[in-house]
């Protein structure tokens, strides 16, 4: 079976990165974390971090296979990320804190994935 399915009774349990869109289910965020954004918001083992940057409220799933070469991947800014499944719209905002230290720390950007702010060209 594959790593990535989830059983119909197990879909309740599914959450999106509010950072890089990602759904997984909640035991895996725990287990493993977020493949594209654990370096800075540490969710592996983390209940609380778990719940302040994943979401369970999230619109429209895109399966990536080769994220490097798919123009989706590109438009949804996922190009670099690992293949799986993301969602297109994830609802919610990472706390203040946590948006400040990937901003000052790590020098990456955070876009909100509600589509409230939109990318500039």
Known sequence: MSENYVA?????????CMVCSIVMTL???RDEGCPNCEEFLH???????IESC?????????????PGRSWVAK???LDG???????TKVSG????DVRSAIEEEYRIQYIP???SVTEAD
Not at 43 to 49: A, E, M, V, Y
Not at 93 to 96: G, H, I
């Open 8 to 16: 119909p009774n197990q879909q309740r349990y599914l959450r999106a």
């Open 27 to 29: 035991a895996r965020f």
């Open 43 to 49: 969710l592996q083992g983390s209940p609380d971090q």
């Open 54 to 66: 994943t979401s369970q409220v999230f619109e429209g799933l895109i399966s990536l296979a080769n």
């Open 75 to 77: 438009w949804q800014r």
């Open 81 to 87: 990320y690992v293949k799986g499944v993301y969602a």
């Open 93 to 96: 905002q990472l706390p203040d």
């Open 113 to 115: 994935r509600d589509g």
